[in-house]
């Protein structure tokens, strides 16, 4: 009888130890790359071991204010659908948006680049922003696959490089340059792993700056940019990039 009972508790401690192991917390080093959010303000993590190849993700996905993007994205993606005017002016910061279209290749021959920086007195109607003898800057046409996503599924990949941030080598004027903007988003892109690349992503850069890319080409670094800042636990339009 005592050699049973000590068989079945030695059957007992084994079991335990198993479940245990089996349930154990994510190593250290492992990097998770990207948060998925949905409506009811779960996360789905993804886990990569390989932190040496992609040391500029952080990986703190607990530090991501999910309603502050959920609500930025749906809000901007729902003014450009509508066309609503009032909506898009109460996402844009004080300080005005800056919307810039640069021809990266080219030398200057296949368009003109052009930097202007619009308060909520001069939004255009439908969000076409003229360019003189070209063809306007027009959101619609810029973040088609944005507009189209339902906004809480979309993924949200985090990174460090800031563009306004302390990071930023403009941080003492108002609004940076489009060679530091351009320059700055291809550091972005550089931090996520080929494979993880995709045509439209979100960016969350240091809790601090909110990004839309679409059409990213990351050899010449081309694409359209949303670029929106957190000011007192809000993000606001900051910067509207048409890089060609």
């Known amino acids: 009888m005592k050699k049973l009972s000590f068989m079945v ?9 198993c479940k245990t192991a089996d349930n ?3 190593k ?11 409506d009811s303000g ?3 993590s993804k886990q990569d071991t390989s932190s040496e190849t992609n040391q500029e993700i952080n990986t ?3 530090t991501i204010h999910e309603d502050a993007i959920k609500s930025v994205l749906k809000e901007y993606q729902q003014a450009i659908n509508n066309q609503d005017m009032n909506g898009f002016k109460g996402l844009m910061s004080s300080s005005g948006v800056l919307v810039i279209r640069n021809f990266v290749s080219g030398n200057g021959s296949r368009g003109k680049n052009v930097s202007n920086v619009y308060t909520k007195d001069n939004i255009p109607e439908g969000f076409q922003f003229p360019v003189e003898d070209e063809t306007s800057i027009e959101l619609k046409s810029m973040f088609p696959e944005f507009l189209e996503s339902d906004t809480g599924e979309l993924a949200i990949t985090k990174g460090n490089h800031l563009i306004f941030g302390q990071d930023s080598k403009d941080k003492d004027t108002n609004e940076p340059t489009a060679s530091h903007i ?3 988003t291809g550091n ?3 931090s996520v792993k080929e494979n993880e690349l995709k045509n439209m992503m979100i960016f969350s ?3 601090k700056e909110l990004v839309i890319g679409e059409a990213i080409e990351i050899e010449f670094n081309t694409g359209s940019w949303t670029i929106f800042e957190k000011e007192q636990d809000k993000y606001y339009l900051r910067v509207i990039i048409d890089f060609r």
């Open 9 to 17: 508790l030695l059957c007992i401690i084994l079991t335990v130890g």
């Open 24 to 26: 154990g917390d994510v």
């Open 28 to 38: 250290k080093g492992q990097d998770i790359d990207t948060v998925k959010i949905d």
């Open 42 to 44: 779960d996360k789905e």
């Open 60 to 62: 703190d996905i607990d």
């Open 182 to 184: 351009w320059e700055q």
């Open 188 to 190: 972005i892109l550089s």
């Open 205 to 207: 850069l240091g809790e």
